[in-house]
């Protein structure tokens, strides 16, 4: 029973390894042919198309929870949290993209000033 449960956990890490490489080559190829805009999660410059974006992240919350699910049934809770959280935040970057912008509850994070620093000179 363990080795056809190992098995198809390999079996399936290695399918959604190939579906992973598969968006990559898309987001490679759509990053050379499509425009530039700015990421309505940080404001950066993105050159990958928002749908092939969400799909990034998507897929990385799957294989997040693939692997807290794989800690949670061998009772190890600590390192299934961290995994958890991986998951939470790839579906909420997907989210986001999905949205074409920044939820309201996280809209004025970035206009807090920076903490005063002892190593910046005044």
């Known amino acids: 029973?363990?080795?056809?449960?190992?098995?198809?956990?390999?079996?399936?890490?290695?399918?959604?390894?190939?579906?992973?490489?598969?968006?990559?080559?898309?987001?490679?190829?759509?990053?050379?042919?499509?425009?530039?805009?700015?990421?309505?999660l940080n404001g950066i410059t993105e050159t990958v198309p928002a749908p092939i974006r969400v799909w990034q992240f998507f897929l990385w919350a799957l294989s997040a929870s693939v692997i807290a699910i794989g800690y949670t049934a061998r009772g190890e809770y600590l390192f299934s949290s961290v995994w958890y959280l991986h998951m939470v935040i790839a579906l909420y970057s997907a989210w986001v993209y999905r949205r074409g912008r920044e939820p309201k509850l996280m809209e004025g994070f970035r206009e807090f000033p920076d903490p005063p620093s002892l190593l910046r000179k005044p």
């Open 1 to 40: 029973m363990v080795r056809g449960q190992t098995v198809l956990f390999v079996g399936g890490f290695l399918l959604l390894g190939v579906a992973i490489l598969i968006v990559e080559l898309r987001a490679k190829r759509a990053a050379m042919t499509s425009e530039s805009y700015l990421s309505p």
